[in-house]
């Protein structure tokens, strides 16, 4: 019997696009989910984003935009103006429960599923900033694995979304369920697909949202 | 702060547990506060007067609140509820939903006197306001506690050197959920709507828990923010019209519109009219309503005779014998409105006596009542709302047509109306004292047909077009009250001759149908006079409206 994994990542606030993807997911049979980090910054949602995948109980990693926020806490006014204006509106959304719950994401989640090691990272395994592109090659994965060889490495960070097999391992970029950047306007969320007696597929879904009322909504809160 | 709220429609496979247990799976903790069931009656004049200032007046019929037995609910599971009966009558006057004025009244009567009848009847008597809708309400209020405190502005304040505890002190959000499960009806109809549910959310104070109750209601379960109002939205349930029939916005003529959407739009809005003033005429609510239904008629059949190249002969022919039919049958009425409005004036002027007052009265009283029974039964008939239907159709007929067709109907206006000034070109030439009463009944509908179809085109119309077109409107109310008098005057003359026949006449009798009869003749003496006043200006209007025409400085081009 098979069970699929949806992969989300860099949500960036922006909780229509989530809400979408889930709907899509689910649509296709996803079981359980995963986030690859950046689940806010820039958006208009970050409180709402949280208390979902809080709710929801969803195994996430840390992304750049979590770990750059958290410096952020209970700094002063004075101080929060050094740092990019959208994350001085962030920082100002978020109680004590969404600092805590963003404090205690993990850098990397190792996850056995069905028997299969899947390590999920945001950028790379070497650090949150770091990125896997499509065209990455065996070496230039091995660099940033070191020792490691899970089966499955998710990631996410670059926006542009893929899946492809080196030299055994799948690789899956889920790509951006909040803002996209490669010139196709969906966003997109990954599925892993694991089915006994076969290696797991993956496979980049695209998916469309509202678009208007995501752009109210920063507008009607003056995100910057 | 004032209180925010936001209505969202319920679809009919969602329940109000539904609801309550998809907030709790995120975090939210629900408490069942109480039930209330409500009974409203909205009111307004025929015409529309309180609606057309945003106005709502309401009759409220409502049993005490009640309370939940013991405990309250949690997260969906509401505990057992009782009712109490005691009920009083409130009115309410709202505009844009806040409440203006509230007046108690004994068994519902009409307020006559009191804060809100004085208010209204600014606008209009009390006397004068027809129930339009009722609205049976029942409620089912849920407080709403967030999954956790919002920042409060104690983290803004910074201490030197560095950090703050940040947001810990926030106040507990007070949110509440309405769930209003509503039905309606039409005053004059036996069964009530399916119902329909509605929730409206409200906190006491400005605070980002109900924005983001908001984007959880929309974006995770679905549920999309409406515009509900109660008067507006319980009618289109039960598919009545609006106080006042006012046009949909759909009918309104733009530049841009081809030959054969204006046509389509034209003929759809006196559709509109005619089915709006329907159940007034045959409930015999107010006698605007069997006015409004007749001139729609009117302008229907005038409207098709004047598209009549691109609706198609057979198809013309067929609805104008039709809509001549009902027009005939609401003429026999309406005359006798007409006559009755007049005659309460004139027995004054004439000094009648109660006898030969109520002579008249009930005579026509007793024809109108005759008239008007064959008029519901005509209105009630399968071949008038055969009738509407084809009407309506004629709308989509004309909107398909317009595929591929890209004339704007602007480029046509001067042709229509060139067409009509054409027939009254024969007239022009002729001088004032010239003119016979039979030439006033035929230029009369001459005047009718220039009046219909500037108006038809008025949506477009600029300002000095809009003028010129006034001054076409005086001719034809100076001419109607001619024909009116004259009418009248035959009218009593059979009255009379009736009376004579069945030996019944006596001296008062007489001297009152002289009497009348004389004020039918000044009226027509008067009208004409001022019509032939005017009528020497109306070959400089023809000039300036042709000039307009010509210049294309008829319409706003916007």
């Known amino acids: 019997m098979q069970m699929k994994l949806a992969v989300i990542s860099d949500i960036h606030a922006n909780f229509t696009a989530l809400c979408a993807a889930l709907r899509s997911a689910e649509k296709k049979g996803a079981g359980r989910f995963v986030c690859a980090g950046d689940l806010i910054g820039r958006g208009p949602h970050p409180v709402e984003v949280i208390r979902l995948l809080k709710e929801r109980d969803f195994p996430a990693v840390l992304g750049n935009m979590e770990s750059r926020l958290l410096h952020l806490r209970g700094k002063t006014k004075k101080a929060r103006t050094r740092f990019k204006a959208h994350f001085d509106w962030t920082s100002q959304q978020l109680t004590d429960a969404e600092w805590d719950y963003l404090a205690s994401l993990p850098e990397e989640l190792v996850l056995n599923i069905r028997g299969h090691e899947v390590l999920v990272v945001h950028g790379s395994p070497v650090s949150v900033k770091d990125a896997i592109y499509p065209s990455i090659t065996l070496q230039g994965l091995g660099s940033k694995l070191g020792n490691r060889r899970p089966n499955i490495l998710i990631c996410g960070h670059t926006h542009i979304p893929f899946s492809k097999k080196v030299a055994g391992m799948l690789v899956v970029n889920a790509g951006a369920a909040g803002t996209s950047i490669d010139g196709d306007p969906r966003a997109s969320y990954g599925i892993i697909n694991f089915e006994k007696g076969a290696f797991p597929r993956a496979a980049i879904v695209r998916f469309e949202y509202d678009y208007d009322s995501v752009m109210n909504d920063i507008k009607s809160r003056k995100v910057p | ?558």
């Open chain 2, 1 to 558: 702060m004032t209180e925010q709220r936001q209505s969202y429609g319920i679809p009919k496979k969602l329940s109000v547990q539904q609801v309550v247990r998809g907030l709790g799976k995120m975090g939210y903790s629900c408490e069942t506060e109480g039930i209330r069931q409500a009974l409203y009656t909205y009111y307004d004049t025929q015409d529309g007067k309180l609606y057309n200032r945003a106005l709502r007046l309401r009759c409220c019929a409502r049993d005490a609140d009640s309370k939940v037995n013991s405990g309250a609910a949690k997260n969906g599971v509401p505990a057992q509820a009782s009712t109490t009966t005691a009920s009083d009558h409130t009115w309410q006057l709202i505009r844009d939903r806040g409440l203006l004025f509230t007046q108690e009244t004994e068994n519902n009567a009409m307020p006559e006197i009191g804060v809100i009848a004085d208010h209204i009847a600014g606008i209009t008597e009390p006397g004068t306001l027809l129930p339009y809708l009722l609205a049976r309400m029942t409620e089912q209020e849920v407080s709403l506690q967030a999954p956790s405190p919002v920042a409060d502005e104690a983290s803004e304040k910074g201490v030197e050197g560095g950090t703050v505890p940040s947001g810990s002190t926030a106040s507990e959000p007070a949110m509440l959920l309405r769930f209003e499960n509503w039905r309606f009806k039409s005053p004059f109809r036996e069964s009530w709507s399916v119902p329909l549910m509605v929730m409206t959310t409200s906190a006491g104070v400005e605070n980002k828990e109900i924005e983001y109750l908001h984007t959880l209601l929309r974006d995770y379960m679905g549920l999309l923010p409406v515009d509900f109002d109660i008067l507006k939205n319980g009618l289109d349930v039960i598919e009545a019209a609006l106080p006042g029939a006012p046009f949909p916005s759909r009918y309104r003529l733009t530049p841009r519109d081809s030959v054969y959407t204006a046509i389509g739009k034209t003929a759809g809005k006196q559709v509109y009219k005619m089915w709006g003033n329907t159940e007034g005429t045959i409930h015999d609510l107010d006698i605007e309503f069997l006015h409004d239904l007749r001139v729609a008629t009117r302008r229907v059949r005038f409207a098709l005779l004047l598209f009549e190249e691109y609706i198609g002969k057979t198809r013309t022919e067929n609805l104008r014998k039709e809509l001549s039919w009902i027009a005939k049958s609401l003429g026999r009425v309406r005359d006798i409105d007409v006559f009755q409005e007049k005659f309460s004036v004139q027995f004054r002027q004439i000094g009648a006596s109660e006898d030969f007052i109520k002579r008249v009265v009930g005579h026509y009283t007793g024809k109108r009542s005759k008239n008007l029974e064959t008029l519901k039964a005509d209105l009630k008939s399968g071949r008038y709302w055969e009738l509407i239907e084809a009407l309506r159709k004629l709308e989509t007929f004309m909107m398909r047509k317009d595929r591929g067709q890209n004339v704007p109907v602007v480029e046509l206006i001067p042709e229509f109306i060139e067409e009509v000034l054409d027939r009254m070109s024969g007239w022009l030439g002729r001088s004032a004292d010239s003119l016979s009463p039979n030439d006033l009944h035929d230029l009369r509908i001459e005047f009718k047909g220039l009046r219909y179809t500037t108006e038809f085109f008025s949506d477009l119309f600029a300002g000095d077009m809009r003028k010129v077109v006034r001054g076409f409107v005086q001719f034809q109310d100076c001419l109607g009250l001619y024909q009116d008098a004259q009418v009248a005057s035959q009218t009593l003359r059979k009255f009379s001759q009736k009376a004579m026949k069945k030996s019944t006449a006596s001296v008062d009798m007489m001297l009152g149908v002289g009497g009348l009869i004389q004020v039918q003749r000044e009226i027509q003496e008067q009208q004409q006079v001022r019509f032939l006043g005017m009528w020497n200006e109306f070959p400089r209007q023809i000039k300036e409206l042709r000039k307009l025409l010509r210049t294309g400085k008829f319409y706003n081009k916007v």
